[in-house]
């Protein structure tokens, strides 16, 4: 069994050290609080710290970037972070895999691949894309091995109050009361589950064909907000929900005073227009299917 270490101990690094704990592996997840499930090594340090970083990761077989800063914040913490898992990556010879996202093809007309390019003209988005951009470089230069794997908008057990499909979705459907949007219900838009995201992590740090490029997590076919309260209901036995939708310039008022609504009009753009992830080259290449939608359903109803 290897030495697997987690930088980040969210909605994501928590199911993939479960996962990996499982499994046998060793496990180490690093926060700056020392956060972290029963049964791994948690270690409380600053990820920007390369020397502390590069210190932790010796020995590792991967090292998985699952940090995720505060959206008004990446400007300013991204950068050191990301030199910091790059200087780890090469002084210990791990795996370096990264946790990224879609925000860096910026609006696409059609499905979104893993061959389109980087084109946002956002600047947090040109972000992501640099610390991915370097992160090839160095892969290709023969410093370390690198790979990132991408999911659209997560939801399943144990999702934070950043899922749009977390407690603020069915914390209300569950009550039969209106479920308040701040986007449009009935707009085609992919859900990636989040144990699907840990599988296809687990996979990346393990299997030589993924290293040397991006992949985009196994994720089921678009739905709606309201089709995915609609089968929430119905496996709960209730009736089809409710939905209460935000006028956008109302949204943008609050956003005046709460950093975090304020930053999602460099999003919107993912909810106003159909936003659909194709995730076949990972589901081909590596035999993996996203979990059943009911199912994934299901379990987040439980969670």
């Not at 499909?165 to 308040?180: E, M, N, S, W, Y």
């Not at 080259?281 to 439980?302: H, I, S, W, Y």
Request: glycine share 10%.
């Amino acid at each position: 069994m290897g030495k697997h270490v987690i930088v980040g101990s969210g909605q994501v690094g928590t199911h993939l050290a479960v996962k990996l704990r499982d499994q046998g592996h060793e496990v180490v997840v690093v926060t700056r609080s020392g956060s972290g499930p029963d049964g791994v090594t948690r270690v409380a340090a600053d990820v920007a710290d390369q020397a502390r970083l590069s210190q932790i990761a010796q020995g590792a077989d991967a090292i998985y970037n699952c940090v995720n800063p505060k959206y008004h914040r990446w400007l300013t913490d991204w950068p050191p972070m990301a030199a910091s898992f790059l200087a780890a990556a090469e002084s210990s010879g791990a795996v370096l895999v990264a946790l990224g996202n879609l925000y860096p093809y910026g609006p696409v007309d059609g499905p979104i691949t893993e061959g389109l390019p980087l084109a946002s003209t956002s600047p947090k988005a040109q972000v992501r894309a640099k610390m991915w951009q370097d992160m090839l470089a160095a892969h290709e230069a023969g410093r370390i091995r690198a790979v990132e794997v991408r999911g659209s908008d997560y939801f399943g057990p144990g999702a934070t109050d950043q899922s749009y499909l977390g407690d603020r979705f069915v914390v209300p459907l569950k009550a039969g009361k209106a479920i308040q949007l701040v986007f449009p219900a009935d707009m085609p838009h992919s859900w990636t589950y989040l144990p699907d995201v840990a599988d296809a992590l687990v996979v990346a740090g393990a299997d030589e064909r993924a290293w040397g490029r991006a992949w985009h997590v196994p994720t089921s076919e678009p739905q709606t907000f309201r089709q995915m309260g609609t089968r929430m209901a119905a496996i709960l036995g209730m009736p089809e929900p409710r939905f209460s939708i935000l006028p956008w310039p109302l949204v943008r008022v609050v956003g005046l005073f709460n950093p975090m609504i304020g930053e999602l009009k460099h999003t919107r753009y993912q909810f106003v227009a159909p936003y659909e992830l194709d995730s076949t080259p990972f589901q081909r290449t590596f035999g993996v299917a996203p979990t059943p939608m009911d199912e994934a359903l299901k379990a987040t109803l439980d969670g």
